[in-house]
């Protein structure tokens, strides 16, 4: 009852992320989940995607480096309390997490140098959230 | 009477799976082979000081005359030759002969300034090619072999030297030059090639560009390897070995000295036969100038015995090696140099402690994940020299964490500093992002300000 997860690894350049995204999505592979974790110089980043083989496949085909893993994916109870009763129930058995990330594909967080110039780009293409509009998520 | 220049060869097996070339010369016992050095270097000496003001003027000014040489002792009172001096004199004030009785003129690619110009009668180049048809029989080639020579052709030596040597063996010789990997790689296969000739590094990018292609070491007929022009390791070796199923010799010469054919290995892999009875070798100190024992390291030291064209005496090559006199077990009695472990010009000086490139490249070598690319980067900080070593993440290194990438790369950089003793930073980059070499590589940057 596992993911299959695909690994890339990253040099931190801009537009390469971009360039993932491209060609997966060229190439008709739509992800479903995805994150990325950085040092000062590399990063890597984490994909679910319907068809894990095929998407590393491609990647590879591009020279990326990729790993693939077998990752655990919860339906969290869309209540406070949720995600604390998964970790727990871990936690008492001595699981500990390596990470952990949300894969629900509706809202994305970005972290940029400069917010503001950021959200005036991305304004008018679609839709931004505010700290209210996450009261009604 | 005296010894013919360069008598008639001929294939004869040597003690090791190889072939000597010119077996009475290569297996000279070790007495007569100094005798012979001796009545040589009296020979060039006074055909130099005839024919070369600077070396008239340099050998008066040393009180030296053909006649002073008695024994190698006497070799450490003669001057030196330096690649300045090559240059003062460019482009022909070193030839020892007119200038219409040169039948070829070589030129070394010259990094900064004037070139430096290597001329040769026609007993220069055919002596030269029998120097070859001896590395190429030493590696087990023969009549029959067909050599891949993928060494640039034209004004550097490599080409057209081991050309010639491999014609005068009576083998196949491959023009093929360097470059366009997919039809090396084609014609190797469809010829049914034998040999190849070519810079490691351009040795490595053949081995990685098969793998791409789904070619297996087996699929390749090549068995044997020639290569030299730059510094390589042992583990190096191993590479190109594996990739490319074949034995990789190292084979040594510049162009002062004519080209490649100064020395070569054998297949005991055990260091590079000098051509003693054309060269006459020595090391020295680097700070003293002085001859220094057998064994230990220092500058690399070349007297031609037998070039007409362009003698030089007591040429400083800046390669750092040592020599070993002790007998080889392939039948040889030629003295073996080791790989030059870096140059007394290139060695890098960062925060006070000398750093040889291959020392780096050998503990890169030596971690069976890290890819054989490898750039060394050297910047100032401030006041402080920083280097950085940049290695390519394949997938052998990479999992699915952070962490695994952190502690790959502590792990390199505890290796280096064990070594060098200073810190480096390991810069892990995207496959394919360094710089591939199809000549000479660029291992190293250097970009504190001079």
Sequence with gaps: MSVTQVTVFLENRSGRLAEIADLLGRSGVNIRGFSTTEAAEYGIVRLIVPEPERAREILHGEGFTTHLSQVICVAVPDAPGGLARVLDELAEQGVSVDYLYSISFQNICFAVHDVERAAELLKDKVTLLTDDDVKQL | ?450
């Design chain 2, 1 to 450: 009477m005296r010894a013919p220049l360069s008598p008639p060869g001929k294939v004869t097996p040597d003690r090791k799976g190889g072939f000597y070339w010119q077996e009475s010369r290569e297996t000279l016992p070790t007495p007569e082979l100094g005798k012979l050095q001796i009545e040589r270097l009296r020979a060039m000496l006074s055909h130099a000081r005839d024919n070369v003001p600077f070396y008239r003027k340099k050998l008066d000014e040393a009180g030296m005359t053909p006649e002073s040489i008695g024994c190698h002792g006497d070799v450490a009172d003669l001057p030196f030759t330096t690649k300045i001096d090559l240059r003062d004199h460019y482009p022909f004030g070193m030839f020892a002969v007119p200038r219409d009785e040169l039948v070829r003129v070589h030129a070394s690619s010259g990094t900064t300034g004037n070139p430096t110009t290597v001329g040769y009668v026609a007993a220069d180049v055919d002596l030269w090619a029998d120097l070859i048809a001896r590395t190429l029989a030493a590696g087990g080639m023969q009549p029959g072999d067909m050599l891949q020579n993928a060494y640039g052709y034209g004004l550097f030596t490599g080409g057209l030297g081991l050309h010639n040597g491999c014609e005068r063996l009576g083998a196949t010789v491959l023009p093929i030059s360097g470059g366009n990997t997919d039809r090396q790689l084609k014609l190797m296969r469809d010829f049914g090639v034998t040999a190849i000739s070519c810079t490691p590094s351009y040795a490595l990018y053949l081995a990685e560009a098969a793998r791409d292609r789904g070619l297996r070491p087996d699929d390749l007929p090549i068995r044997v390897g020639y290569h030299g022009a730059e510094p390589w390791t042992n583990e190096m070796r191993l590479q190109i070995e594996a990739g490319l199923g074949i034995d990789a010799l190292d084979i040594y010469g510049l162009s002062e000295m004519g080209g490649p054919g100064v020395s070569f290995e054998c297949l005991c892999k055990a260091g590079m036969h000098v051509n003693e009875d054309h060269y006459l070798v020595e090391i020295i100190g680097t700070e003293t100038l002085q001859p220094l024992p057998e064994g230990e390291i220092g500058e690399l030291v070349f007297t031609t015995l037998t070039r007409r064209a362009q003698p030089l005496i007591r040429y400083r090559t800046r390669d750092l090696c040592s020599i070993i006199y002790e007998p080889c077990e392939c039948g040889r009695t030629f003295a073996r140099m080791t790989k030059p472990v870096g140059r007394s010009d290139d060695m890098l000086i960062i925060r006070g402690v000398n750093v040889f490139p291959s020392q780096i490249e050998e503990v890169l070598m030596t971690i069976p994940e890290v890819e054989p690319h490898y750039q060394i980067v050297v910047d100032r900080k401030g006041h402080l020299d920083m280097v950085e070593v940049w290695i390519e993440v394949g997938e052998d290194i990479f999992g699915e964490t952070m962490g695994q990438l952190e502690r790959f790369e502590r792990a390199v950089q505890q290796r280096l500093y064990s070594v060098l003793n200073i810190q480096v930073k390991v810069k892990l980059k995207e496959p394919k992002t360094i710089a591939r070499s199809e000549g000479k590589a660029v291992r190293v940057v250097d970009k504190r300000p001079k």
